[in-house]
C-alpha cells in the first residue's frame, strides 16, 4: 500500500482535500493493509457484490427467486429474503397445490415486473418425489382434494400440503383442509361410481376459523415464512406500552439518544477480530435493526443474548452517515409474548428460528 502513498495524496490535493486530510485517510487505509484481504479476495468479493447488487436493483424477483432456490445458503434466511423482496416492489404469491412447481418460479408476462409463486420445496418434509407426484397429476387443475389421491399423494403429503395453507385455490385454508384429509383417512370405499364421499358431506361443516396470527405461526411451523404477515406485528401494542421504537423510525431518532427496539433475532455475528464484540441483526414488522454488544454487555446478558427468538435492547443510537447501529446496555429475552400468538398451549415461541450465528 505504500507505494501509492504520493499518487493518492497528490490526486486527493487535486481534488481540492487538504494535504492533512490525505495523509490522514491514506494511514487509515495503511492500517487497515496490513491485516485487510488480499488483493485476489478483495477484487472477487468485490465482483460478487457488484453482480448482486445490480440484479437485486435491477431484477429483484428474478434475484430473490433464485436466492430461495439455493437454499440453504449464507446469512439470510428465506422469511428475510421475501420480506426483501417485498420491499423492493415484487408481489409474493403463497404456496398453492394449482399453481406451485417444486421450485420457485416467476409469474407474469415477459419484459414486465414478475409476481414470485412460492415453491414445493419450502414445505418442511415434502419430497421431491411428492412434488413430482403433484405436478405431473394436475392436468388443468385439482377441483377436490379426493382428485389429489387419485393421481397417488399420500394422506402424509395432503397433510403437509394442508399444513403449508396450499389450498386456497380450492377456498379452503389449512384447518378446513386438514378436516377433509381426516374423513378422507376413514372414508368407506363408494358403493357405487358417483357417490358422494364422507369427505364431501363432512367438508361442508363450518370449522372455526384461524385467527390470522394463528396462521402466521402455522406458516412459519410448515415453511418457515409467511407472507400474511410478521409475527412481531400482533405485539405491537404491548410493545409500545414498553415504549419500545419500530426499527423504521430508528433514523428520526438523534445520536446518542437511548431507545428500545425488538424483535426477532436472525443473525449474530462475532468475527475473531472484533476482540469479543458481538454484532446482531433484529427484525420487527417494519424492518430491522443492527445491534452492537460489547464484550462485558455479553457476558452480563449472555444467557438472554443466546436462548432468545424474540429479543429487546435497551441502548444508545449511533448515526455515523448513513448506519445506524445502536449500542447495548441491557437485553431482555422477549420470547414469552410469542405465546399470544396462538391458542394456549401451543408452543409458538419453538416454532420461530433463534438466529444463526458467525464466528
Known sequence: VSTIHKKMVDGMVKKNYTEEFANRVFKQLEGFGSYGFPESHAASFALLVYVS??????????????????????????????????????????IDINHSLWDNTLEGEIGKPHDLRLGLRQIKGFSMEEAAVLTQGRQSAYASITGMMDVGLSLTALEKLADADAFTSLGIDRRQALWEITALADRPIALFEGQPSESIVEGQIELPLLTKSQHVVADYARTSLSIKAHPVSFLRGKLDLLHVVPTAKLGLIKNNILVKICGLI??????????????????????????????????????EILRAKLLMVAGKIQVEGEVIHVIAERCFDMSGLLKDLTTVGDNAAGIFHKGRNFH
Do not use: C
Open 266 to 303: 436472525t443473525v449474530r455475528q462475532r468475527p475473531g477480530t472484533s476482540k469479543g464484540v458481538l454484532f446482531i441483526t433484529i427484525e420487527d414488522d417494519t424492518g430491522f435493526a443492527n445491534i452492537v454488544v460489547w464484550s462485558t454487555v455479553f457476558e452480563k446478558y449472555r444467557k
Open 53 to 94: 447488487s445490480w440484479l437485486k436493483y435491477y431484477y429483484p424477483d428474478i434475484f430473490a427467486a433464485s436466492l430461495l432456490n439455493s437454499q440453504p445458503m449464507g446469512f439470510y434466511q428465506p422469511a428475510q429474503i421475501v420480506i426483501d423482496a417485498q420491499k423492493h416492489g415484487v408481489k409474493v404469491r403463497p
